[in-house]
């Protein structure tokens, strides 16, 4: 199982970034995904998650409004649009995935990727 997240980059302040999580397994459909991220120095957070239907996504309050998250299960990927992008958005997102959707949030995921960084200046 291979969860492998790519998009990320250096942006500036107010522009935008759209990450992709690409999965190698078959049974990807039948799972939820979420994007996490974390910053130097800090704990890793939820930032985002879709239902393996997609008909259900969830978001921090800290990027509601800005970031979308999407899915396309033909292509076994999970997208993460990211707008109007700050300072503090800086970190390094890690995509998931798990069975449940309603256990991302809490970070108890089945399976992690790798990290892709962010870095949001001016």
């Known amino acids: 199982v291979q969860l492998q997240a790519s998009g990320g980059g250096l942006v500036q302040i107010g522009g935008s970034l759209r990450l992709s999580c690409a999965a190698s397994?078959?049974?990807?459909?039948?799972?939820?995904v979420g994007w996490f991220r974390q910053a130097p120095g800090k704990e890793r957070e939820f930032v985002a998650d879709?239902?393996?239907?997609?008909?259900?996504?969830d978001y921090a309050d800290s990027v509601k409004g800005r970031f979308t998250i999407s899915r396309d299960n033909a292509k076994n990927t999970v997208y993460l649009q990211m707008n109007s992008l700050k300072s503090e958005d800086t970190a390094v997102y890690y995509c998931?995935?798990?069975?449940?959707?309603?256990?991302?949030?809490?970070?108890?995921?089945?399976?992690w990727g790798q990290g892709t960084q962010v870095t949001v200046s001016s």
């Open positions: 998931a995935a798990d069975r449940e959707f309603w256990k991302l949030p809490h970070l108890r995921v089945e399976y």
């Open positions: 879709i239902s393996w239907s997609g008909t259900s996504t």
């Open positions: 397994f078959r049974t990807f459909s039948r799972y939820a």
